[in-house]
């Protein structure tokens, strides 16, 4: 927490002034690090007349000013609104690159975590679940934990039948599914229950030629984000598909309780891993 009766240069100053640094040095460096995050102008100010992002970067040079050569974040923008939050994803990865500090973030948020990171690593009761890139965590979630945390993937659940080399056949339901082993997947065993997941953008609503996967559901409902929206279909006993895309490829506008087919290709389902 910042001192609140000191002001945005005073707190900055503080561990410095601890160190026994001179006042001109003291006064070099601190005046380098707002100008780093953008904060110079409000130098004379205290932390109860800034906004909650201003307070968050403060905190932020107060800490850097002391050239850790590692930062722990915990929840840095948990108390920010939307807007907020989003510049200070920015204005971390700017000051981190910069700086060249290794930064390790706790946080909840995935879109934080996949949005600022070189590396992600997931846990789930204090057990390492994967670690990777925002785009292999992304795209290829090991395990059935990790591809719900992360969301934007459908889940399904069935009984592996029989192997193909790198393909796997899993029944679901009344339905067999065409579904792609990933190099991480060390053991299939046929008569088991497995977990294969779908990204949300994968999937295909509407009859399409060449794909090896499809099931019947009914429209529930579609959730607009900007210019993407998804349309949420039941299928089965009451498991909710999610199908993303562009809103200018999706002209078509579903009633509720509307039967539909929704396919994907048989590469684009990846078997989890069994914890």
Known sequence: ????????FQNVEFSLKMKGLPKDERARQVW????LVSLSELARRRP????????????????????????????????????????????????QRELGITFIMVTHSQLEALSMADKVIVMS???????????????????KFVAEFIGNNNIFSGVVKSRSGSMVFVEAGDQIFYVRIPEYVRQVRVGHEAHFSVRADLMHSGKQD????????????????????????????????QVEQ??????????????????????????????
């Open 125 to 143: 009761d204090a057990v390492i679940q994967q670690i990777g890139s925002s785009r292999e965590i992304a795209e290829n979630p090991h395990t």
């Open 210 to 241: 060449g794909m090896a996967n499809s099931v019947d559901g009914k429209f529930v409902t579609t959730e607009f984000m900007g210019s993407l929206e998804t349309d949420v279909f039941e299928v089965g006993d009451g498991l909710l598909v």
């Open 246 to 275: 562009h809103r200018k490829v999706s002209d078509r506008l579903y009633k509720m309780g509307e039967s539909e087919t929704i396919s994907w290709a048989a590469q684009s389902g990846v078997l989890l891993k069994q914890t």
């Open 32 to 35: 380098e690090m707002l100008d």
């Open 48 to 95: 109860s007349d800034l906004s909650g992002g201003q307070q968050q970067r403060v905190a932020l040079a107060r800490a850097l000013i002391a050239r850790p050569t590692l930062l722990l974040l915990d929840e840095p923008l948990g108390a920010l609104d939307f807007n907020l939050r989003q510049s200070m994803i920015v204005e971390l990865k700017k000051i």
């Open 1 to 8: 927490a910042l001192f609140p009766h000191r002001t945005v």
